[in-house]
């Protein structure tokens, strides 16, 4: 007989299990997808091959718009964490008025869909180029600009849930044995919200890097991002080249967070 | 080293007083342990003297200079934090090394000067651990040897045994006391135990409702307390309320008890329960005269182990808890027994406070 403790309990497993296989489908799909031999994707495959991969590192497109893509995403990912740190210390220790209301706005571009924000960044980066004459449209730092925008929210809400749980007294103890402000902050608060700052920075930069929607809309003739490479190609062939090309996105995001979680445990505030 | 002087320190948050008017003369080398149930300033008083609290009114002298506008950091007080507050990313022996470093203590004389702190505590065969490899009183150590370092002014603890296991808490008490009395360094504790503050202090003082009850050593606070509240919160005592008429105190239960102080008007007197005399009749009685010697019955007893408490029913209004020394089977009081009880002449006598 089983009790009702342990069928809930399968239940809950079971559940979990199809959801995270529902969520990883696609993914195991583009991987497989990226090994068939024949160029019209087709079931069952004829035979597999690597010539896919090698025809994705080989076109310069994709090279130049992974390169345009890391740039734009590390530019927006140190920006936004230069705001996002003050703003979450602001956020989580201060009491002013219109805090709820600038913690929504820091989180509104998670809200708002990206086809919007891309269109609303379009407009007013055209107007201001109009009415400034400055070269903002269609430039690398209109672009960077943008992409800020997506990396503040995902730092914003992990660097605060960070600093929540730190122990503020920990910075009374530095104070104590001597430590001005800035330095307790430096040598005793860093340390202890860095899970959260490199999380913050990894979703951001992750967000970043994915976009598509918000990049459409800015980049300049010929200076693509890889999402928008990737668009591009697909409109006119529907190849394995995308699949590898895929892939190897995935792969190069799966070492990034392995390898900042053997220095930072991301678990921990993830 | 230096002693630290509190005058008129007051702290009020809107209409609430934190502290009000807390005059202290701290002498250098000295033990002085606040005491006082949560709220009652004890805490704002520590914190203030460390500089984390800016007071509305009053100074704060360390050493004879005033500090009381100086940030934390750039005061000498060495704080032992309740949760201990040791930095987790650091060992033991860098966190030890913090304030040695913020004070700009040469490199080559910290290593020195950490090994010199963690010997102090015992601990320094654990300098490269981390703090959260480590027990609850081990960690206690830590933070000790890391206020101490930097070699402050003025060492302060805040309940710094409230997160201790009962035995570790005795241990320890003896080890902070032989430690502070070997370095000679002024030392404010705060603490909401009495047994603590009895055990360790040089003198203490009871705070309640941010005012100071009363200042005195260990036994000025437990054989002559100023009040009321002090009766009750250091020791135990049993309250019998009534009035003076004559010069003479009559106990609402109709109890006429001779004291050696005499007030007018509604009183109360506290009997501490070890002063109480149990005899098994009015023959038993303490007092030669017979005087200050009443019967009642045994309402309940409570074994302690190397005493025991026996309450005794006077009349329908007057209870005392008498205690006597555990003998074995001999000491067998029980319910229900016809007893007497003598007061001593000495029993602390207060105004009755106000309704």
């Known amino acids: 007989m089983f009790s009702n403790r342990r069928i809930g309990r399968w239940t809950l497993n079971a559940l979990a299990t199809l959801a995270f296989l529902f969520a990883l489908l696609p993914l195991i799909f583009v991987t497989w997808l990226s090994f068939y031999e024949q160029e019209i994707p087709s079931f069952p495959p004829t035979g597999y091959s690597l010539h896919w991969y090698a025809l994705a590192i080989a076109n310069e497109r994709f090279i130049d718009a992974f390169v345009i893509s890391a740039q734009v995403g590390l530019v927006a990912t140190a920006i936004g964490l230069i705001v996002a740190i003050p703003a979450s210390i602001a956020l989580t220790r201060y009491r002013f008025t219109g805090r709820g209301a600038i913690n929504n706005l820091l989180l509104m571009p998670l809200v708002i869909p990206g086809i919007v924000l891309g269109f609303s960044l379009y407009i007013f980066q055209v107007e201001t180029t109009i009415a400034t004459e400055l070269p903002i449209m269609g430039s690398f730092w209109g672009l960077v600009f943008g992409h800020v925008l997506l990396v503040i929210p995902w730092s914003v809400r992990l660097i605060t849930a960070s600093l929540v749980g730190f122990d503020r007294t920990l910075e009374e103890a530095a104070m104590n044995l001597g430590a001005d402000p800035f330095t307790a902050f430096r040598r005793v608060t860093v340390p202890g919200i860095l899970p959260g700052i490199v999380a913050g920075a990894m979703f951001g930069f992750v967000s970043s890097f994915g976009n598509l929607e918000v990049s459409l809309f800015l980049v300049a003739p010929g200076q693509t991002t890889l999402p928008i490479a990737i668009l591009q190609y697909l409109e006119w062939k529907i190849d394995p080249t995308i699949a590898a090309i895929s892939v190897l996105q995935i792969l190069i995001i799966i070492a990034a967070m392995l390898i900042t979680d053997r220095f930072v445990r991301i678990s921990r505030v993830v | ?355």
Not at chain 2, 26 to 36: K, Q, T
Not at chain 2, 207 to 212: A, H, N, V
């Open chain 2, 1 to 355: 080293m230096a002693g630290v002087e509190l005058q008129g320190l007051s702290k009020h948050y809107g209409d609430f007083q934190a502290t009000e008017d807390v005059n202290l003369d701290i002498a250098d080398g000295e033990f002085l342990v606040l005491l006082g149930p949560s709220g009652c300033g004890k805490t704002t008083t520590l914190r203030m003297i460390a500089g984390f609290i800016e007071p509305t009114k009053g100074t704060i002298t360390v050493g004879g200079a005033d500090v009381t506008r100086l940030p934390p950091w750039k005061r000498s007080t060495g704080l032992v934090f309740q949760n201990y507050a040791l930095f987790p990313h650091l060992t033991v022996a860098q966190n030890v090394a913090f304030g040695l470093e913020m004070h700009k203590v040469p490199k080559a004389e910290i290593g020195g000067k950490v090994a010199t702190a963690l010997d102090l505590v015992q601990l320094g065969h654990l300098a490269d651990r981390y703090p959260r490899q480590m027990s609850g009183g081990q960690q206690q150590r830590v933070a000790l040897a890391r206020a101490l370092a930097f070699q402050p002014d003025v060492l302060l603890l805040d309940e710094p045994l409230s997160n201790l296991d009962a035995k570790l808490r005795h241990e320890v008490r003896h080890q902070i006391r032989n430690l502070q009395q070997r370095l000679g360094i002024t030392t404010v504790m705060v603490t909401h135990d009495q047994e603590e503050a009895l055990t360790m202090a040089d003198r203490m003082v009871v705070m309640k409702d941010g005012r100071i009850q009363q200042l005195g050593t260990q036994r000025e606070l437990y054989d002559d307390p100023a009040s009321e509240f002090v009766a009750s919160f250091v020791g135990r005592s049993s309250f019998i309320k009534g009035r003076f008429s004559g010069g003479r105190f009559v106990s609402h239960g109709g109890l006429a008890v001779e004291t050696e102080r005499r007030l007018a008007g509604e009183a109360v007197l506290a009997l501490r329960p070890e002063r109480i005399h149990l005899g098994a009749d009015a023959a038993d009685a303490a007092s030669p005269d017979g005087s200050n010697t009443y019967r009642g019955k045994v309402a309940s007893i409570s074994y302690l182990g190397s005493s025991i408490d026996v309450e005794v029913k006077l009349n329908e209004t007057d209870r005392v808890i008498a205690q006597v020394v555990n003998k074995g089977r001999e000491s067998g009081a029980s319910v229900g027994d016809e007893v007497s009880v003598t007061f001593p002449r000495d029993v602390p006598v207060f105004a009755a406070s106000p309704a």
